[in-house]
């Protein structure tokens, strides 16, 4: 780039051959056409141009003095554009040093340098130099010693890939848990818990026992076998009107044609046609086995009346629930409601009142339960594969319960006196100070029939 000294008007060029040089003789060059051009100006100024020249020599002159005039304004112009760019080149230069300068450096000499492309390259090292990290030393200690120094700790990479694992398997329970409570929203369980905590009075273990087993095999639609539920219990607890809200609530979910109620004395109550009423029983749940498994639906069979059944088709029931070879027949519900063993119900809870009245009814089935096992499996192998919810004796403030929401269904206003009447008709077994209906809510019925 080239650029003019301001102190001896030396005009330096940098060329890309040989480096840097000095232009000789540029200063004498230089101030000889600047005289020569003044000299001119100042004869023609004293000289009168018409008494000496010729018109035709005027003209020429005329000429010659204007490229004179045109070509020093063009020097002196490009001399002014140099300096000027020199001046500001030197300026940066100046504020770039000052700025990079420490503290408390000497001040910058203004003696005059030559740019050559050795400070270029050496300044541009420096700058890209890095400064090298230093390492920490390390202590050695001697063997004797009881210090030691610590190993370092790598940080394993297998690390990541388990944290990456464990998200994944998060993901996957996460998704499944949700499929699951989609699976169970299908059914409406919360629904069905508030009608029976609603409608069923003094069997609330009994409930919660067969909400239980219901949540847990509708929450998916894969099972290795069947559920099936034997409510057990005296007359009047409260288990045909247990199955009938089952199958109302189960209707309205997953519709009629997927819910069977059986009763046996109504649907086979010849044992002349024990053939004919194992065939249809079979064909009728074969095909809504079949409609079901076509909707992804689980189908629920209620038998009522289960005391009343011949052993021919406790036998037919049995292969059914232990049919192994289609997969179809494993995604079902049979629920059997009998009063089978009542005597042995009604015995123990007389007997241990004392203790269920201050424990609760929680340890009842515990306790009660391999009592029924015993004597069920005698009766007919099929309850071996159901599991027992015993429904217990009803108090006398269940019973008034069934005659206020009975009452209240036949639009009679419930007076509290009125009721205490009522259940003062019927029959208590009495057991300290507590009292035990004999036939439950049986006769609420017909009593408020009678009002």
Same mark, same amino acid.
């Given at each position: 780039?080239?650029?003019?000294?301001?102190?001896?008007?030396?005009?330096?060029?940098?060329?890309?051959?040989?480096?840097?040089?000095?232009?000789?003789?540029?200063?004498?060059?230089?101030?000889?056409?600047?005289?020569?051009?003044?000299?001119?100006?100042?004869?023609?100024?004293?000289?009168?141009?018409?008494?000496?020249?010729? !018109? +035709?020599?005027?003209?020429?002159?005329?000429?010659?003095?204007?490229?004179?005039?045109?070509? /020093?304004?063009?020097? $002196?112009?490009?001399?002014?554009?140099?300096? =000027?760019?020199?001046?500001?080149?030197? #300026?940066?230069?100046?504020?770039? $040093? %000052?700025?990079?300068?420490?503290?408390?450096?000497? *001040?910058?000499?203004?003696?005059?340098?030559?740019?050559?492309?050795?400070?270029?390259?050496?300044?541009?090292?420096?700058?890209?130099?890095?400064?090298?990290? #230093?390492?920490?030393?390390?202590?050695?200690? *001697?063997?004797?010693?009881?210090?030691?120094?610590?190993?370092?700790? !790598?940080?394993?990479?297998?690390?990541?890939?388990?944290?990456?694992?464990?998200?994944?398997?998060?993901?996957?329970?996460?998704?499944?848990?949700?499929?699951? @409570?989609?699976?169970?929203? #299908?059914? @409406?369980?919360?629904?069905? !818990?508030?009608?029976?905590?609603?409608?069923?009075?003094?069997?609330?273990?009994?409930?919660?026992?067969?909400?239980?087993?219901?949540?847990?095999?509708?929450?998916?639609?894969?099972?290795?076998?069947?559920?099936?539920?034997?409510?057990?219990?005296?007359?009047? %607890?409260?288990?045909?009107?247990?199955?009938?809200?089952?199958?109302?609530?189960?209707?309205?979910?997953?519709?009629?044609?997927?819910?069977?109620?059986? /009763?046996?004395?109504?649907?086979?109550?010849?044992?002349? @046609?024990?053939?004919?009423?194992?065939?249809?029983?079979?064909?009728?749940?074969?095909?809504?086995?079949? =409609?079901?498994?076509?909707?992804?639906?689980?189908?629920?069979?209620? /038998?009522?009346?289960?005391?009343?059944? *011949?052993?021919?088709?406790?036998?037919? $029931?049995?292969?059914?629930?232990?049919?192994?070879?289609?997969?179809?027949?494993?995604?079902?519900?049979?629920?059997?409601?009998?009063?089978?063993?009542?005597?042995?119900?009604?015995?123990?809870?007389? =007997?241990?009142?004392?203790?269920?009245?201050?424990?609760?009814?929680?340890?009842?089935?515990?306790?009660?339960?391999?009592?029924?096992?015993?004597?069920?499996?005698? &009766?007919?192998?099929?309850?071996?594969?159901?599991?027992?919810?015993?429904?217990?004796?009803?108090?006398?403030?269940? $019973?008034?319960?069934?005659?206020?929401?009975?009452?209240?269904?036949? +639009?009679?206003?419930?007076?509290?006196? &009125?009721?205490?009447?009522?259940? !003062?008709?019927?029959?208590?077994?009495?057991?300290?100070?507590?009292?035990?209906?004999?036939?439950?809510?049986? =006769?609420?019925?017909?009593?408020?029939?009678?009002?």
């Amino acid at each position: 780039m080239p650029y003019l000294k301001d102190y001896n008007w030396v005009l330096v060029i940098s060329t890309t051959h040989g480096g840097p040089r000095w232009l000789k003789n540029s200063r004498f060059e230089l101030n000889a056409k600047l005289i020569s051009s003044l000299t001119c100006l100042l004869k023609m100024g004293d000289q009168d141009p018409s008494d000496t020249l010729s !018109e +035709g020599e005027m003209e020429n002159r005329k000429v010659s003095e204007t490229l004179t005039l045109s070509q /020093f304004s063009s020097t $002196v112009r490009a001399v002014v554009r140099i300096r =000027q760019k020199y001046q500001a080149m030197k #300026k940066r230069r100046m504020e770039l $040093v %000052v700025s990079k300068a420490p503290f408390f450096s000497s *001040p910058r000499s203004t003696s005059p340098k030559i740019f050559t492309f050795d400070e270029f390259v050496g300044g541009n090292s420096m700058t890209t130099s890095k400064k090298k990290k #230093k390492k920490k030393a390390r202590v050695l200690f *001697p063997n004797n010693s009881s210090r030691r120094v610590p190993p370092t700790m !790598e940080r394993s990479r297998a690390k990541n890939c388990l944290v990456l694992l464990c998200v994944i398997v998060f993901l996957q329970v996460y998704n499944a848990i949700e499929n699951l @409570d989609d699976h169970v929203l #299908k059914y @409406d369980l919360e629904g069905l !818990e508030k009608t029976l905590k609603r409608e069923v009075f003094g069997q609330q273990e009994a409930t919660e026992g067969l909400l239980g087993h219901l949540k847990d095999y509708l929450s998916t639609y894969v099972h290795s076998k069947p559920l099936v539920v034997s409510l057990l219990g005296p007359t009047g %607890v409260g288990k045909s009107h247990l199955g009938r809200l089952l199958a109302q609530h189960f209707r309205s979910v997953v519709g009629e044609q997927l819910i069977m109620q059986y /009763f046996v004395l109504h649907h086979c109550p010849s044992e002349g @046609d024990l053939l004919l009423c194992s065939e249809t029983l079979i064909s009728h749940i074969s095909e809504m086995v079949t =409609q079901a498994e076509e909707e992804e639906k689980i189908p629920i069979f209620i /038998f009522d009346e289960m005391e009343h059944m *011949p052993g021919k088709l406790l036998d037919t $029931v049995l292969a059914l629930i232990l049919t192994r070879d289609n997969n179809e027949y494993l995604n079902a519900i049979y629920i059997l409601i009998s009063n089978l063993e009542h005597e042995e119900i009604t015995k123990f809870v007389l =007997q241990n009142s004392s203790s269920i009245a201050v424990s609760g009814r929680a340890r009842l089935s515990k306790e009660l339960n391999p009592l029924l096992l015993n004597s069920l499996k005698k &009766h007919h192998s099929l309850w071996l594969e159901a599991d027992l919810l015993p429904l217990t004796l009803l108090e006398k403030s269940h $019973v008034m319960e069934c005659f206020i929401d009975e009452m209240s269904r036949e +639009g009679f206003y419930p007076d509290r006196s &009125h009721v205490e009447r009522l259940a !003062e008709e019927l029959s208590y077994y009495s057991v300290g100070e507590r009292e035990f209906s004999r036939t439950g809510c049986k =006769q609420v019925v017909a009593k408020v029939n009678l009002l």
